[in-house]
């Protein structure tokens, strides 16, 4: 079964820091460009960022860049998102999803950050 | 950023009848190579987004075929021939042909 899982999530203050983690499997994880997207508490959806399969491509939304940064081991099937800065407006669900036919065709279950002081 | 306008947002059902969802963009979706990135996702109550269609009119493997997509340039169209209490549940369109990825508003879909 194709899949992939999300860890990383927790509660953080204003200012702080996490690493989001995304293993895959069931499928061959260096063919694929990874995705983040998340979702605030009751609203829709937001695309944050992507990477390309060799990992030379990333692409974030506005309301992130220098303060998030993706990355990728496909050694171990593994997609990464560093958050920093955090701010309130931050807390959400993220969820890691395999691009295919540029969008999301694999989702995780989701990984919660709460920025709260 | 391409604007993505969902309508209605909020979609009162009774099961077996159809069932439609109309999404605008605020620019062409269509790309240079002539493809269109427009993508319809179901997301049921706690649950995470499912891709039901890609490319405009793509079904996902294993979604029903009561769901389809159609439209062209800025004006697209999820419908559902006959809905089920199954697809409760809010349903986004999202484009991708242009950076950055950007989703409509959602359309709430309940059983009358």
């Known amino acids: 079964e194709e899949q992939v899982v999300e860890s990383g999530g927790g509660l953080v203050q204003p200012g702080g820091s996490l690493r989001l983690s995304c293993k895959g499997s069931?499928?061959?994880?260096?063919?694929?460009?990874m995705s983040w997207a998340r979702q605030a508490p009751g609203k829709g959806l937001e695309w944050v960022a992507i990477?390309?399969?060799?990992?030379?491509?990333?692409m974030y939304v506005d309301s992130v860049k220098g303060r998030f940064t993706i990355s990728r081991d496909n050694a171990k099937n593994s997609v990464f998102l560093q958050v920093d800065s955090l701010r309130v407006e931050d807390t959400a669900v993220y969820y890691c999803?395999?691009?295919?036919?540029?969008?999301?065709?694999?989702w995780g279950q989701g990984t919660t950050v709460t920025v709260s002081s | 950023d391409v604007v993505m306008t969902q309508s209605p947002l909020s979609l009162p059902v009774t099961p077996g009848q159809p069932a439609s969802i109309s999404c605008r963009s605020s620019?062409?979706?269509?790309?240079?190579?002539?493809?269109?990135?427009l993508t319809w996702f179901q997301q049921r109550p706690g649950r995470s987004p499912r891709r039901l269609i890609y490319?405009?009119?793509n079904r996902d493997s294993g979604v029903p075929e009561r769901f389809s997509g159609s439209g062209s340039g800025t004006d697209f169209t999820l419908k559902i021939s006959k809905v089920e209490a199954d697809d409760v549940g809010v349903y986004y369109c999202?484009?991708?042909?242009?950076?950055?990825?950007?989703f409509g508003q959602g359309t709430k879909v309940e059983i009358k």
């Open positions: 620019q062409s979706l269509v790309n240079s190579d002539g493809e269109t990135f």
């Open positions: 999202m484009q991708s042909t242009h950076w950055p990825r950007t």
């Open positions: 990477i390309k399969s060799d990992g030379s491509v990333k």
């Open positions: 069931g499928f061959t994880f260096s063919d694929y460009w």
């Open positions: 999803a395999r691009d295919f036919f540029r969008s999301g065709d694999v």
């Open positions: 490319m405009v009119s």
